[in-house]
C-alpha cells in the first residue's frame, strides 16, 4: 500500500489527506449543527430511509472541500445515486456520509456524525468520524495512531471471561439475555453505526454486532479507526469488510478488541441460531 500519491502535480501522504478530511468534516459538522433541533424538510428515500436538508447541505460543503481539493479521487456518497456510486473506481476514493445516524439527529438526540474516509486500492487508509453535538473528533491513518481529540484512543482491555459490554439492535437485545445469560450487558444500539463503532475503538464499548446489509459510508472511517485502535471488525467467520459490494452482500459483522474477536463471533452466532 502506497503511503503517497501524486494529486495534480503534488504528492499527497496520508497525513496530507487526514488534514484534509478533518477540515472537511469539521466544516460539514457545522453545517449540520445550522438546521440540528431546527425542524429541518425531510424527505422519504428508499426502504423509507429519511434524508433531511441537513444532509444534502453538508453532503454539498463535503464534495465541495473534498473534490475540489483532490479533483482526481473518485467519490462515493450516501447521499449520491446509487447507479453513481459504482460507475467509477478509481485508485483513492472518498467514502463520506455527511449524517451518519440521521433519524437519531432529526429527533434531537446528539448520537450523529460526519463519517469521511479515503480508499486505497479498496482499503481504507484515512478516516474521520467527527461527532459535532458531543464535540469528539475520531481519526486515524494507515501508518498512524488513532486518536479521539488528538489523544490515544485504544479499545477495552476487557477479557473474554468478562462480563461484556456490547451495544445491540433491539431484535437482538430480546433474545441475548436467553443465549448469554448474566455474560453479557446489552446495551441499546447507538443508532449511527459509524460513532458506535467509534465508541468500540475508544474502549467505552466492549463490541457491538451489526446487523446485514450496512454499506461502505458507514463503515469505512470507523474501520479503520478500529483497526488502529486495536481492535477489528469482521463477520462470524473472520472476513474483513468488502469495499465495493454492494449491501446485500454483507451479512453480520461484529466489532470488537482483537482479542475478544473469537467470543463475539460466537455470541454472534448463538444470536442468529
Known sequence: MRGTDVVHGFSASLADDLELLRDAALRAGDVAMGYFRKDPKVWYKHGNSPVSEADYAADRCLEER???????????????????????????????????????????????????????????????????????????????????????????????????????PDSMRKTIARTEGKAVEALAAVPSLAYRLALVASGRLDGTIVRPRANDWDVAAADLILERAGGRFEDVEGRRWRYGEDEAAHNVMVAGPLGLSPRLRDIARGLAA
Open 66 to 168: 473534498l473534490a475540489g481539493a483532490r479533483p482526481d479521487y473518485g467519490w462515493v456518497s450516501e447521499e449520491m445515486p446509487a447507479s453513481e456510486a459504482v460507475a467509477e473506481v478509481r485508485h483513492r476514493v472518498f467514502v463520506v456520509d455527511p449524517i451518519d445516524g440521521t433519524r437519531a439527529f432529526l429527533r434531537g438526540e446528539d448520537v450523529w456524525c460526519v463519517s469521511v474516509a479515503v480508499l486505497e486500492a479498496g482499503v481504507p487508509v484515512a478516516g474521520i468520524i467527527h461527532v459535532p453535538a458531543r464535540g469528539e473528533t475520531f481519526e486515524a491513518t494507515a501508518d498512524g495512531p488513532a486518536l479521539l481529540n488528538g489523544a490515544s484512543c485504544l479499545v477495552s482491555d476487557a477479557s473474554s471471561t468478562a462480563t461484556l459490554r456490547l451495544s445491540l
